[in-house]
């Protein structure tokens, strides 16, 4: 084989990777607005209703402790005693445990019970939600390999606090921390494990491009756990938390440990609700 046909061969299969790749990016991201615009996403959350100890009334009509825009006058009641929550519909009572799928249903809405720190509260959930109906799409940095990385990982537990949006903090487990290069500096992201068992490592950073081009408060990533102590970075599937899309999510923010000397001009671009 000649050297111009050796080189022709060569630039036909980088064609073929990179094409590879541009379409996995975009099936993740027609994958990601769909989930993100689905009748229980993010964007069908217009509500968040705290509860006080005691009985906790809800319905359509203004003299309810929780208004609600769908549903009878008088639909039921919440009632939190000393950690436990109970719901009355119809008559039926039911117990109902924080951020799980236990659902009220009212109408066209759904009620859920979630806990942040010692508050419980009521996540409302409408199909036909504003922030649905509004919805125009997320913008994005073009998709660049450049931007997918593979970092060396090293395993060194330890708990990490990590600030909400309600000024709580929780302790969550950290397991180690990758190191990578990009723009000629060594950078480390510090992941957590949402649950215990977690089959992702969840991290949550900023960069320069924070407050900017992106979204204020940070954005998500996720990589599959270390294998021969590596994980794949790839930043082009960064995206905005709940919080970009819904004022009622209650979302963690980045530690200090993941604020980032550089711009990150990859994934998704702040989306403003």
């Known amino acids: 084989m000649s050297l111009r046909m050796s080189i022709v061969l060569l630039a036909a299969v980088a064609a073929v990777a990179v094409s590879a790749y541009q379409s996995e990016i975009a099936e993740w991201r027609r994958a990601r607005e769909t989930a993100l615009n689905a009748d229980g996403g993010w964007l069908s959350v217009s509500g968040l209703f705290w509860l006080h100890e005691g009985a906790n009334r809800f319905g359509k009509d203004p003299s309810n402790d929780i208004v609600l825009p769908d549903g009878a006058a008088h639909a039921g009641l919440f009632e939190l005693h000393q950690g436990k929550v109970t719901a009355t519909v119809d008559g039926r009572t039911q117990q109902v445990a924080p951020d799980s799928a236990d659902v009220v249903k009212v109408g066209r809405l759904n009620l859920f019970l979630i806990k942040r720190g010692d508050k419980f509260g009521i996540r409302l959930k409408d199909p ?33 606090p990590i600030l909400n949006i309600l000024g709580q903090t929780e302790a969550s487990e950290c397991p180690g921390y990758a190191v990578f290069r990009l723009q000629g500096q060594e950078l480390r992201l510090y992941p957590i494990l949402e649950e215990p068992g977690a089959k992702e490592l969840f991290y949550i950073f900023r960069d320069q491009t924070t407050g900017k081009e992106t979204y204020g408060a940070g954005r998500f990533l996720y990589s599959d756990l270390p294998k021969d102590g590596q994980v794949t970075l790839d930043f082009n599937k960064a995206y905005n938390p709940p919080c970009a899309f819904t004022p009622y999510a209650t979302c963690p923010l980045p530690p200090k440990e993941n604020h980032l000397a550089v711009r990150i001009e990859a994934g998704e671009k702040k989306y403003g609700h």
């Open 128 to 160: 036909d939600s504003e922030y649905r109906r509004e919805f125009h799409g997320i913008e994005y940095f073009p998709a660049n390999e450049r931007y997918r990385v593979t970092a060396r990982f090293v395993a060194e537990r330890r708990t990490i």
